[in-house]
């Protein structure tokens, strides 16, 4: 701060709450939707005030034993499902970015640029534009319905392997040649200095990628027919298909709560990972 | 720049490689190339037939009404969502960077957003504004705007385009935020000692000096609003009312899934594909960065 200005601070406090608030509002309200009937929701307007059927929503919902028209498959399944292709996701991407970094920066073969540009061209097909002919590829291949088939076509990253490319061309020569000098394979190297140095940027890219997972839409919601492998968000969609007055939007905002949190701790608990992924990934 | 040491071995490097180029072959590359070809193509819904058309498909586009209509509304869309999610964080940054006590709780506060799924985002909206039961609606109401998106495209474009803003704050907070705690200090303390007040000092010194980090924005919150919007858009309106609120994506997705369309839909692909190449080009060849490929 450069000088003094009472009125400034206050007026920027003031600003900050408000922000605060409005971006928290639809969260509050799912949270109030949350702990009430059915019936008091639909009533207009529902209460604005936490209510008391707090436990009986969360556990209609993660056991899929709610009323309504829409889908009903148990939360708890859905977000072991979300969970599980988000972690794959995650750690397939970062091995696999490592292991191609590693290859184009400490070898020299045939073809090692064109890899490397084909790795990049990459970030100008996301799935959006390729939409019906990978699902085709991913149906021929008979992975619909399998975690196989949510997780193995998100697990390419140009992302990642360039951020490992930028680290690890700033490794010291000399770290490569005490290591030969003593011994040591590629592989040892690779295991034993190189992954451990990389472990910042690792700690960034695990919490961008997860979130990345765990809120894939578009893809799940092609290849997934089974309620059994529903990811939680495809599953919050499907309960609202009901139609406005149908709903439970009880046992939805439980749902919407539940399907947040995972995700939003990993950004709150590990902020200074994120902030450095964010930074790291988009530069 | 190139390692002067490296190892060797005529094998290892293409094992290393392998799983991700494996990927990105079957994946990536083999699928693009199929829309370029069945861009060109015209097939019956079950593939039984194939008829080679040329550039038939994409002049089917050019004169479809609600081809054109939708690229009205993803610049609509885009647009606005860049503008006004740069806006508003661009002003919490300021003033939370002026902040010396509890900037970091706000900075906990306000990032949450992001860890959001979109269409999750889309489903909290969709509650605070649904016609019968949402909270919002009916203070609209009392207020006399008889608010329902379900019927008014025009509502329901307010509604998409405040949840993806909604959704996107987080993010360009966090950037703006980097931005302007790297601008140097010594030039707003000079500014000052010259009696330029706060506000000549953010048009005059911090604003030109953000100007990357805003140019860097507007081109991702672009490619945001094109592409990571699909959630939002179908769990708030599904395209509705009509094909008020149907994006690009939206509609490849509408066209191939739903109406079968495979020649359309990858002509549609084939225009998106162009337009990443576009948005990435012009973000790699002018947005000013660290790292030299």
């Known amino acids: 701060m450069v000088e003094r200005r009472p009125l400034l601070d206050v007026l920027s406090h003031a600003v900050l709450i408000l922000g605060v608030l409005v971006v928290a509002f639809p969260l509050y309200l799912t949270f109030v939707a949350s702990t009430h009937t059915a019936d008091a929701i639909v009533q207009a307007p529902m209460p604005l005030l936490p209510g008391t059927h707090l436990t009986e929503n969360y556990s209609a919902a993660w056991y899929g034993t709610g009323g309504g028209n829409g889908s009903k498959a148990p939360v708890g399944q859905m977000m072991l499902v979300s969970l599980i292709s988000a972690l794959i996701i995650t750690l397939g991407k970062i091995a696999i970015s490592l292991l191609s970094a590693f290859a184009i920066v400490y070898f020299r073969f045939p073809f090692r640029m064109f890899f490397f540009w084909a790795i990049f061209i990459t970030l100008m097909l996301p799935v959006e534009v390729r939409i019906l002919p990978t699902y085709k590829v991913v149906s021929d291949l008979g992975m619909l319905n399998s975690y196989a088939g949510l997780t193995v076509p998100l697990i390419a990253s140009a992302t990642a392997t360039f951020l490992f490319r930028q680290f690890f061309l700033t490794v010291p020569e000399e770290l490569v040649e005490a290591a030969r000098m003593d011994g040591a394979g590629p592989m040892r190297f690779f295991k034993d200095v190189l992954v451990p140095l990389s472990k910042t940027s690792i700690a960034a890219l695990f919490v961008i990628q997860f979130i990345y997972g765990w809120n894939q839409y578009l893809w799940p919601l092609l290849v997934t027919t089974n309620e059994n492998m529903y990811p939680v968000v495809i599953g919050i969609k499907r309960m609202i298909s009901g139609g406005d007055a149908q709903t439970e939007w009880n046992v939805v905002m439980a749902t919407a709560l539940l399907a947040m949190i995972p995700p939003a701790l990993v950004v709150m608990l590990m902020q200074k990972w994120f902030v450095k992924g964010l930074v790291d990934t988009e530069k | ?293």
């Open chain 2, 1 to 293: 720049m190139e390692k002067r040491v490296v190892f060797r071995s005529a094998w290892l490097p293409w094992v290393l490689i392998a799983p991700q180029v494996a990927v990105i072959g079957v994946f990536f590359f083999w699928p693009a190339g199929q829309a370029l070809l069945q861009s060109v193509q015209q097939s019956d819904a079950f593939g039984t037939s194939v008829e080679w058309v040329g550039l038939e498909n994409f002049r089917n586009l050019w004169n479809d009404a609600t081809y054109l209509a939708s690229f009205y509304t993803t610049a609509l869309f885009s647009t606005l969502v860049a503008v006004l999610g740069i806006g508003l964080s661009l002003i919490l940054a300021v003033f939370a960077d002026r902040i010396v006590k509890g900037a970091m709780v706000y900075k906990t506060l306000l990032i949450w957003p992001y860890a959001v799924a979109p269409a999750v985002a889309g489903v909290l909206w969709l509650f605070m504004f649904a016609p019968s039961v949402g909270v919002v609606s009916f203070w609209l109401r009392a207020l006399g705007v008889d608010w329902n998106h379900l019927l008014n495209g025009r509502h329901a474009m307010t509604l998409v385009i405040m949840a993806a803003v909604w959704k996107q704050i987080s993010y360009n907070f966090l950037f703006f935020l980097a931005g302007l705690q790297s601008i140097p200090k010594s030039l707003i303390e000079a500014a000052a000692i010259d009696g330029a007040r706060p506000w000549r000092r953010f048009w005059t010194i911090v604003f030109p000096l953000l100007s990357p980090t805003t140019f860097f924005l507007l081109v991702i919150n672009i490619v945001y609003a094109f592409f990571d919007t699909f959630g939002i858009i179908d769990a708030v309106t599904q395209g509705g009312p009509g094909k008020e609120t149907a994006i690009l994506v939206y509609k490849v997705y509408y066209d191939g899934f739903k109406a079968m369309d495979l020649g359309g839909s990858a002509a549609q692909s084939v225009v998106l594909m162009v337009i990443v190449v576009v948005l990435t080009v012009v973000q790699f060849r002018f947005v000013e960065k660290k790292v030299n490929y």
